[in-house]
């Protein structure tokens, strides 16, 4: 396999669907036991930002919703990389990238939820510098703070 090319942005609406329909099994649980995957694509296309891995399809997505400027919160609401991608830091770096743009964007702090029985998912944000934040049965809420105020 060659090495990926990272973008933000790129994915069209189609492209997203596709990759979380791929990916849907390897979330914890299934994401489509949660959300329609179609509509979820839409809302992603249009309101997130998204960091990207490419060969020649869309293999690593981290969408961020970069809204919440009152509380200065940027929320990941999506981490996902192709099952045959997996363990090459894909999702390492699309982690870092977010870090990066919500504090050159002035946000005061990461947040997202992740299933406590996603245990690889854990370790990743935790080795990424977030903490857990709260615990609400499986639903783990974890933060990094991003040291912009507040």
């Known amino acids: 396999m060659e090495p990926v090319t990272f973008s933000s942005n790129r994915a069209s609406e189609a492209q997203i669907a596709e990759h979380l329909s791929r990916c849907d099994e390897s979330f914890v649980p299934p994401l ?4 329609e995957i179609a509509d979820y694509a839409h809302k992603i296309a249009g309101m997130a930002m998204r ?5 020649s399809a869309l293999v690593g997505l981290l969408a961020v ?10 929320y990941v609401t ?3 990389v192709l099952q045959e991608w997996r363990g090459r830091g894909i999702a390492a770096s699309l982690v870092d990238r977010c870090i990066a743009h ?4 002035g946000f005061r702090r990461v947040e997202l939820e992740v ?9 990743l944000y935790e080795h990424k510098g977030f903490s ?16 912009n105020g507040g």
């Open 51 to 55: 960091f990207e891995a490419w060969d």
């Open 32 to 35: 489509s036991d949660r959300v």
């Open 78 to 80: 999506s981490v996902s």
């Open 115 to 123: 299933d406590a029985e996603n245990a690889s998912a854990v370790r």
């Open 65 to 74: 919703y970069c809204n919440d400027r009152e509380r200065g919160v940027a």
């Open 102 to 105: 919500a504090r050159a964007e």
């Open 132 to 147: 857990i934040d709260a615990v609400h049965g499986r639903a783990v809420t974890m933060r990094v703070d991003l040291g």
